[in-house]
Every structure is written in structure tokens, then in C-alpha cells.
């Protein structure tokens, strides 16, 4: 399998924007420019499998892939929040 320069570069730019974009929305989640590109591929496997199991097609694009991948990266966080213990993200989701 060849990969273009090109190819590469939009899916790290896709996997940097997801993975910051989904540390925004999740609190208290910053891990790093290397940190958030990791979680963003991630998140783009997670959501290009778990979306199209909903029956949620976001169509093609640049910004299509970077809602996908930012959604698959949101889940990919809570989960490990999850699995973690949460710290204070724990504490909100248990007091009012």
C-alpha cells in the first residue's frame, strides 16, 4: 500500500484537530501536541467503525473526518476517564 505525502500530513492534521478538539470538550484532558495527535487517530478508527454501526453517515471531507474523528476521540477519552477513576471529572458526575 503506497501513502501520498499529502495523505499523510491530512491525516495528521485530522488526528491533531480531533484530538484537540475532543480535549477541549472533555475537560481537564490535555496530553500534548503528541498526546492529542494519538488520540485523534484513535478516535478516527473509533468513530469510522462505531458511526457507521449507528447508522450515522457524516458524508466525505475534510471537516467530515475531523466531526468523526472528534467524535470517536470524545468517547475514547471518557472511557479512559472511566477506567481511571476520573479524578474531579469523577466528583462532578456524583454531587449536583
Given at each position: 500500500?503506497?501513502?501520498s505525502?499529502?495523505?499523510?500530513?491530512?491525516?495528521?492534521?485530522v488526528?491533531?484537530?480531533?484530538?484537540w478538539?475532543?480535549?477541549?470538550?472533555?475537560?481537564?484532558t490535555?496530553f500534548?501536541?503528541?498526546?492529542d495527535l494519538?488520540?485523534g487517530?484513535?478516535?478516527?478508527?473509533?468513530?469510522?467503525w462505531?458511526?457507521p454501526?449507528?447508522?450515522?453517515?457524516l458524508?466525505?471531507?475534510?471537516?467530515?473526518?475531523?466531526?468523526?474523528?472528534?467524535?470517536?476521540?470524545?468517547?475514547?477519552l471518557?472511557?479512559?476517564?472511566?477506567?481511571r477513576?476520573?479524578?474531579?471529572?469523577r466528583?462532578?458526575?456524583?454531587?449536583?
Amino acid at each position: 500500500m503506497h501513502m501520498s505525502g499529502e495523505s499523510l500530513l491530512v491525516i495528521l492534521f485530522v488526528g491533531l484537530v480531533a484530538g484537540w478538539l475532543a480535549g477541549q470538550i472533555v475537560q481537564g484532558t490535555g496530553f500534548g501536541i503528541v498526546g492529542d495527535l494519538l488520540i485523534g487517530i484513535v478516535g478516527a478508527f473509533i468513530g469510522s467503525w462505531l458511526l457507521p454501526q449507528l447508522g450515522i453517515h457524516l458524508g466525505t471531507g475534510i471537516i467530515s473526518a475531523i466531526i468523526n474523528a472528534t467524535i470517536g476521540a470524545i468517547l475514547l477519552l471518557v472511557v479512559v476517564r472511566l477506567v481511571r477513576g476520573g479524578g474531579q471529572w469523577r466528583r462532578s458526575w456524583w454531587r449536583p
